[in-house]
């Protein structure tokens, strides 16, 4: 029993190292010795890992701010989506309704001209600022005048910068090559101005083409789905993705772009900095519709903002805020997928899943 003790713990910390170091195939070799064949280790191992589990409900309780009558507009989180051009204007409504049915005070979306009026119909409640350029309205253009048009985008989000909390860069953007040049300097001018940003969907594509944009900054959070994921392992591991050492790889990926968040969509959402990888695997829909990811984007930004705010009180918490933010968002949204499931069944709709946002996170975190 006791020996059977100890190699459990070792295997527990070996579950950290790379499963084909030759450490662990003596590791390996020494369970089987001492427990017999019918023992298998890479079972436990697998076991074991999955304590990164993380306690999702006790972190929503934890980082989500009490209605204080004293707090003014604002305090709540001031979010802004950058996305939304002629083909997507779903994904940044999504993101930025979401940030508003949690609990953000305020939120702006900037798009293209075309897509402001269209956003703005869906809901009064948005802030949509119609700045973002494609290159087709301005093909008759000289290169200066294309210069001080990309002058004029980058200024007016400028003039706004230091007033948000966090940015959610890339849902429903595009992939026009010159308003993804626009987009590349509003990331600088974040990191500038040290405002957390969310990287999503065609924000994935710019930053996995120019990695250097977002590498090295601690306050980025890359959320990839499967596709997404796939090109950023192959452009900076230079390999494949590896599902047996999900984990591991996940993390080096992490740690190769400077130790900036990546948070891994799929059947268990993956979260690691390059330090630690935790998990979030609570159930949450098999309805797979499109949209589900900008409301994580959208979630993402206010728990971090929050998780941010807690860092500068008396409670900080001792996790970095990134990874914060991202198990509470994950959790609400498998949450509230869970219970608009349940309700619409096959019919379940992204905004069948932002209608029970506000009941899944009073379940967890109740206003008074
Ligand atoms: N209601 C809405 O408004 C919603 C809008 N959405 C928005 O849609 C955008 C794309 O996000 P997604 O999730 O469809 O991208 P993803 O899974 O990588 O690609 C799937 C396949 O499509 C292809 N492909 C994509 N874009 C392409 C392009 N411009 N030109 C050519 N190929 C392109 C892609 O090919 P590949 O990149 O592999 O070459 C892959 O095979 C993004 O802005 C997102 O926010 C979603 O959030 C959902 C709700
Ligand atoms: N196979 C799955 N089982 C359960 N949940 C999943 C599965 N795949 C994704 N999810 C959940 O759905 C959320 C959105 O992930 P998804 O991979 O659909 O993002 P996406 O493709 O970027 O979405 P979008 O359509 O908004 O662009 C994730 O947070 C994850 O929790
Ligand atoms: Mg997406």
Redo the contacts with the bound molecule.
């Keep these: 029993m006791l020996v059977k003790h100890s190699v459990i713990s070792n295997i527990g910390r070996l579950s950290s190292l790379s499963p084909s170091s030759s450490v662990l195939r003596r590791q390996q070799f020494l369970v089987r010795t001492l427990c017999g064949s019918r023992f298998n280790p890479l079972k436990l191992i697998r076991a074991m890992s999955s304590t990164s589990e993380a306690d999702a409900e006790s972190i929503l309780r934890t980082i989500t701010p009490s209605l204080d009558p004293k707090r003014h507009k604002g305090q709540a989180g001031k979010i802004a989506v950058i996305g939304g051009c002629r083909e997507y204007t779903g994904?940044p409504y999504?993101a930025a309704i979401s940030a508003l049915k949690i609990g953000a005070d305020l939120s702006h979306v900037f798009c293209t001209k075309d897509a402001a009026p269209v956003i703005k119909s869906y809901s009064p409640e948005l802030i949509v600022h119609p700045v973002l350029e494609e290159s087709y309205s301005i093909s008759e253009f000289s290169e200066e005048d294309k210069r001080k048009v990309q002058d004029k985008v980058i200024g007016e989000v400028d003039k706004w910068m230091e007033r948000f909390d966090c940015l959610v860069i890339g849902?429903g953007l595009g992939r026009d090559p010159f308003l993804l040049e626009c987009v590349s300097k509003i990331m600088l001018l974040a990191k500038k101005s040290n405002v957390p940003f969310v990287v999503?969907?065609d924000g994935l594509f710019l930053v996995t083409n120019s990695v250097d944009l977002v590498k090295s900054y601690p306050l980025a959070v890359l959320?990839?789905?499967?596709?997404?994921y796939k090109r950023l392992v192959q452009k900076v591991l230079n390999c494949e993705v590896d599902e047996q050492n999900a984990e591991d790889q996940l993390r080096s990926l992490a740690k190769q772009i400077g130790g900036v968040t990546i948070?891994r969509?799929?059947?268990?959402?993956l979260i690691s900095n390059g330090e630690t990888v935790k998990s979030?695997s609570i159930?949450?829909?098999?309805r797979?519709?499109?949209?589900?990811?900008?409301?994580?984007?959208g979630s993402v930004a206010v728990f971090l903002s929050w998780a941010q705010q807690l860092k500068s009180g008396p409670e900080s918490p001792s996790e970095n805020p990134a990874i914060l933010g991202c198990i509470a968002?994950?959790g609400l949204?498998?949450k509230a997928?869970a219970l608009a499931f349940a309700k619409h069944k096959r019919s379940t709709l992204?905004s069948d899943i932002i209608e029970c946002l506000g009941e899944s996170l009073e379940d967890i975190s109740p206003a008074s």
């Design positions: 994904a999504f849902p999503d969907g959320t990839p789905n499967v596709n997404e948070l969509k799929g059947k268990s959402d979030v159930y949450g829909s098999p797979r519709c499109g949209g589900q990811g900008d409301i994580l984007s968002a994950s949204l498998r997928a992204t």
